[in-house]
């Protein structure tokens, strides 16, 4: 029996191991900024570069494309997102700096942009709650301007990676938003502003995924590298049910009735 209990620390060490050694492993969380230029006519690809990081959901990373890893007519200087993400929400919010150096081929000519901003392993909120995404975005500029401007927003079921062939947007998204403007001024907004998707029920894990994509540029005659930059939000969250809304709004309203009850019921004593 004395054996058997100095035997204990060592089994129990022993069994601590194996459970440890035996639970399967986390998904590693991940994000992935990738930039793509286009022809004109948006369907052929021109260039492309991707940047990962190892990093999970509520964390900041920056992608730059620029110098040797920039694209031939394009310069990110900067695809920063924020992520932030708790009990029954998550979100981003994304801002990016781009330069445009094709002085030759502007408007409807122009090449065009596309940015995608990924996030995997998200689970707030909580499946399966009804959840709704919301988004917006304001582009402005010192002296690039894009005639068309285009952001969605959406979730998709699991942790995904970018598609293999660059320029392919993603598809399966649940919840997907759409917003359009243009840049060229400072004020200007994407519409809808916000931008609010269907409702459905969340999955987790899940992904969050962002598209960018600038078209129809002009940097003014004969100038080269006029910059712009976009600044942009998108929330995946669980709204509060009407019916408890209201219930809230009443609260204050039955404090002030208990409270002239309480009264009359002193005064009467």
Same mark, same amino acid.
């Given at each position: 029996?004395?054996?058997?209990?100095?035997?204990?620390?060592?089994?129990?060490?022993?069994?601590?191991?194996?459970?440890? @050694?035996?639970?399967?492993?986390?998904?590693?969380?991940?994000?992935?900024?990738?930039?793509?230029?286009?022809? %004109?006519?948006?369907?052929?690809?021109?260039?492309?570069?991707?940047?990962?990081?190892?990093d999970p959901p509520? %964390?900041?990373?920056?992608?730059?494309?620029?110098?040797?890893?920039? @694209?031939?007519?394009?310069?990110?200087?900067? =695809?920063?997102?924020?992520?932030?993400?708790?009990?029954?929400?998550?979100?981003?919010?994304?801002?990016?700096?781009?330069?445009?150096?094709?002085?030759?081929?502007?408007?409807?000519?122009?090449?065009?942009?596309?940015?995608?901003?990924?996030?995997?392993?998200?689970?707030?909120?909580?499946?399966?709650?009804?959840?709704?995404?919301?988004?917006?975005?304001?582009?402005?500029?010192?002296?690039?301007?894009?005639?068309?401007?285009?952001?969605?927003?959406?979730?998709?079921s699991g942790n995904?990676?970018?598609?293999?062939?660059?320029?392919?947007?993603?598809?399966?998204?649940?919840?997907?938003?759409?917003?359009?403007?243009?840049?060229?001024?400072?004020?200007? =907004?994407?519409?809808?502003?916000?931008?609010?998707?269907?409702?459905?029920?969340?999955?987790?894990?899940?992904?969050?995924?962002?598209?960018?994509?600038?078209?129809?540029?002009?940097?003014?005659?004969?100038?080269?590298?006029?910059?712009?930059?976009?600044?942009?939000?998108?929330? =995946?969250?669980?709204?509060?049910?009407?019916?408890?809304? @209201?219930?809230?709004?009443?609260?204050?309203?039955?404090?002030?009735?208990?409270?002239?009850r309480r009264r009359?019921?002193?005064?009467?004593?």
């Amino acid at each position: 029996m004395s054996r058997i209990h100095k035997l204990l620390p060592l089994m129990t060490v022993l069994l601590i191991g194996s459970v440890i @050694l035996g639970a399967p492993s986390q998904a590693r969380a991940a994000f992935q900024i990738r930039v793509t230029e286009f022809a %004109s006519d948006g369907t052929t690809v021109l260039d492309s570069k991707t940047q990962s990081f190892s990093d999970p959901p509520g %964390s900041t990373v920056t992608g730059m494309f620029t110098g040797g890893n920039a @694209l031939t007519d394009f310069t990110v200087s900067v =695809v920063t997102n924020i992520s932030d993400t708790g009990f029954d929400f998550s979100a981003h919010t994304t801002t990016i700096a781009l330069t445009y150096n094709n002085a030759s081929l502007q408007g409807p000519n122009s090449r065009q942009l596309l940015v995608e901003v990924l996030g995997d392993s998200y689970v707030n909120p909580t499946a399966p709650a009804l959840s709704t995404i919301s988004s917006n975005a304001s582009p402005s500029t010192s002296g690039l301007q894009a005639a068309s401007v285009t952001m969605t927003s959406g979730v998709i079921s699991g942790n995904v990676t970018l598609d293999a062939t660059p320029g392919t947007v993603l598809g399966g998204q649940l919840g997907m938003t759409t917003g359009t403007g243009t840049m060229g001024t400072a004020s200007s =907004v994407l519409l809808p502003n916000p931008a609010v998707g269907a409702t459905f029920s969340i999955p987790n894990p899940f992904t969050f995924y962002q598209t960018y994509l600038f078209a129809d540029l002009t940097a003014g005659t004969g100038a080269l590298g006029r910059s712009g930059s976009l600044s942009a939000g998108t929330e =995946v969250t669980t709204p509060v049910p009407a019916g408890i809304a @209201l219930a809230f709004a009443g609260l204050p309203v039955l404090g002030i009735y208990g409270w002239v009850r309480r009264r009359k019921a002193v005064h009467t004593v």
